[in-house]
């Protein structure tokens, strides 16, 4: 995903999960990032100050998390 520098970034975790925790997190603005229990919903808010490209990955060993990555590009 693509956002301005400057924007206020809003990401929104729920999980449906009717087994394990998941995690979400961003590299450099929330490297530690938030862990949503069994049918929790929990947000990460930031503002976009820096450019550059930057990993949304899974902070939570689970069994799927080598899968769960994306990448946040502010430009």
């Known amino acids: 995903m693509s956002v301005p520098k400057g924007d206020t ?3 929104r975790l729920i999980n449906n999960d009717s087994v394990q925790s998941h995690g979400l997190a961003v590299q450099f603005y ?3 990032g938030i862990v949503a229990y069994l049918g929790e919903a929990k947000s990460i808010n930031f ?3 820096t450019t550059g ?3 949304i990955y899974e902070p ?3 069994t799927i998390y080598v899968h769960e990555k994306a990448e ?3 430009i």
């Open 72 to 74: 946040l590009d502010v």
């Open 60 to 62: 939570v060993i689970t």
């Open 9 to 11: 970034v809003v990401l």
């Open 53 to 55: 490209k930057f990993q």
């Open 47 to 49: 503002q976009a100050t």
């Open 30 to 32: 929330a490297p530690n």
